[in-house]
């Protein structure tokens, strides 16, 4: 059974920083790209970052430059560091392992992240 859960979140004021973690059980992490998505109150859940197994990553430019997708295969964990946090990056953010032609994709629970002053 995928299990995915998320930490970091919280309150950080404009321009501040925080760092996502996201932890992985019940797949073979190493070979599964690995997705950050965000979802702001009535708004669709859009990407923010994704890595490939192989350590590709790509973001869209709302976050490009700000937003740095790591993982540590050792730990099982993908983290997402945000940097030069805006108001408008305040969501709930999702983990998401991406689905392949033989295994399903799988949502962590997602955590809030709320950037205000």
């Known amino acids: 059974q995928v299990q995915l859960v998320e930490s970091g979140g919280g309150l950080v004021q404009p321009g501040g920083s925080l760092r996502l973690s996201c932890a992985a059980s019940?797949?073979?992490?190493?070979?599964?790209?690995m997705g950050w998505y965000r979802q702001a109150p009535g708004k669709q859940r859009e990407l923010v970052a994704v890595?490939?197994?192989?350590?590709?990553?790509n973001y869209p430019d709302s976050v490009k430059g700000r937003f740095t997708i790591s993982r540590d295969n050792a730990k099982n964990t993908v983290y997402l560091q945000m940097n030069s946090l805006k108001p408008e990056d305040t969501a709930v953010y999702y983990c998401?392992?991406?689905?392949?032609?033989?295994?399903?994709?799988?949502w962590g629970q997602g955590t809030q992240v709320t950037v205000s002053s």
């Open positions: 019940g797949i073979i992490f190493s070979i599964r790209a």
């Open positions: 890595i490939t197994s192989g350590d590709g990553t």
């Open positions: 998401k392992v991406e689905p392949t032609v033989l295994a399903r994709g799988a």
